[in-house]
């Protein structure tokens, strides 16, 4: 007895209308809806918002503090210069102006044409480094007792402020193309080697707090990219030592700064400018004395609108004007960390977060200055404070981590 097998029940209308009429025709499935085709983003801290969107909110909103108290800080001492309260901040609306230029091109360039010009401008960073500390150069200009730029008459760049994104791109090429050499320490030969020669440079251009902060830099993108700890804690200690180095045996006004920091009642001279900002921050109060009735920039508190602009806001905008600063860094710092946390290459998520430490960590020193918790330090607050080279290279910043987040 032969047995029959039986056909297979249909589940479909059109496997059933081809087994009644013998035929075989295939099922055409319908296609998946867009909403389940796409593939959903992670939510972090920013829930559901585009990260770039609270990027360029956040910046925006911090420039326009800076261009709104530049003014209110600058008035006096502008006047005295040029006799026109609108000078100082005039040179900061151009270079605003040409930030955000230079932004919005950055956040068109591909990832991989970054990758490709990091070794190229770490070179030009080492050159313009080494310009600056020639002497008799026409070309470095100082200021404050400090030579520190390039530039021709009027127009003057700071090199060592395009050392810090030109550090996180190269470092980023260098831990993603060779990351097999992480774990065994091999790739910081070239690390301490580049790094050592910037930082020396920068170094002797009297710019310690910049030397400080390309180490803390390096340390944090070694961190992320998978170096040993111990490793990484031994690398700090060594920076820690060389910048005790420095504060005591190089320059005399840096002790000087380091004994009133620790002692400010007794060293009133030396730790003069942060006494002054605190007292601008204490007279405040909660809300502030007004838009423009600082009494710090009438001479107490010398170059009010640079490093020490906090004390400023504090004292015109009160305890809600420094929390609203405070606040607008750190929801920078989630944002740039939620681009960095999106991307799936190396590259891409060091970069990211290399950019987000660099701003985050300058603002944490400039702010702990200046309520003296740290001891003073030549840099500025990140989008606020008066500097034009600060703000270009602040905002160049920005443009990359956009580019980033739209290459996601």
Same mark, same amino acid.
């Not at 600060?390 to 290459?407: C, F, K």
């Given at each position: ?6 056909? /297979? ?46 990027? *360029?909110? +956040? ?35 151009? &270079? ?11 956040? $068109? ?60 791109? &190269?470092? =980023?090429?260098?831990?993603? +193309?060779?990351? /097999? ?5 091999? *790739? ?26 390309? @180490? ?67 007279? !405040? @109060? ?5 838009? !423009?009735?600082? /009494? =710090? ?11 020490? *602009? ?32 999106? $991307? +799936? ?12 430490? &660099?701003? @985050? ?16 330090? !030549? ?19 920005? @443009? ?9």
């Amino acid at each position: 007895m032969t047995a029959t097998r039986r056909p /297979r029940a249909s589940t479909n209308a059109g496997s059933a209308k081809a087994g009644a009429s013998g035929r075989t025709t295939s099922v055409r499935r319908r296609p998946a809806p867009k909403s389940a085709r796409k593939r959903s983003a992670p939510v972090g801290l920013l829930g559901g918002v585009r990260p770039e969107a609270v990027l *360029i909110v +956040t910046v925006g909103l911090l420039c326009a503090i800076g261009l709104l108290m530049v003014y209110s800080a600058s008035s006096v001492e502008s006047v005295k210069e040029t006799g026109s309260t609108w000078s100082i901040v005039a040179r900061q609306i151009v &270079w605003f102006s040409l930030g955000c230029v230079v932004a919005f091109a950055v956040s $068109r360039v591909p990832l991989t044409t970054m990758r490709r010009v990091a070794g190229p401008m770490m070179g030009l960073v080492l050159i313009c480094l080494v310009l600056v500390v020639v002497p008799d150069n026409p070309l470095a200009q100082g200021a404050n007792g400090a030579t520190r730029w390039l530039g021709y008459r009027s127009f003057g760049f700071q090199p060592s402020e395009l050392a810090k994104p030109v550090l996180v791109l &190269w470092l =980023a090429q260098l831990l993603a +193309t060779r990351q /097999r050499d992480i774990v065994d320490n091999t *790739i910081l030969k070239p690390i301490c080697v580049i790094v050592g020669l910037m930082g020396a440079l920068v170094l002797a251009g009297d710019d310690l707090g910049t030397t400080m902060l390309l @180490g803390l830099i390096v340390l944090v993108m070694l961190l992320l990219a998978g170096s040993p700890l111990r490793t990484v804690a031994t690398l700090a200690g060594v920076l820690g030592m060389v910048s005790v180095g420095a504060l005591l045996f190089l320059e005399q006004f840096r002790v000087e700064r380091l004994m009133a920091f620790l002692d400010p009642d007794k060293n009133t001279s030396a730790g003069y400018q942060v006494l002054q900002s605190q007292i601008g921050l204490a007279s !405040g @109060g909660f809300f502030g004395s007004g838009p !423009g009735y600082s /009494r =710090a920039k009438w001479g107490f508190l010398p170059e009010a609108h640079t490093d020490f *602009i906090l004390a400023v806001i504090g004292e015109e905008f009160g305890l809600v004007g420094t929390v609203l600063v405070i606040s607008l860094f750190l929801v920078f710092a989630i944002a740039g960390c939620t681009i960095a946390m999106r $991307r +799936t290459d190396v590259f891409g998520r060091l970069v990211a977060f290399g950019i987000t430490a &660099w701003i @985050g960590f300058q603002a944490l020193i400039n702010i702990g200055v200046a309520v003296g918790t740290l001891p003073t330090k !030549g840099i500025t607050l990140p989008f606020v404070s008066y500097g034009g080279s600060s703000l270009l290279m602040s905002l160049a910043g920005v @443009g990359v981590l956009i580019a980033i987040a739209r290459d996601s």
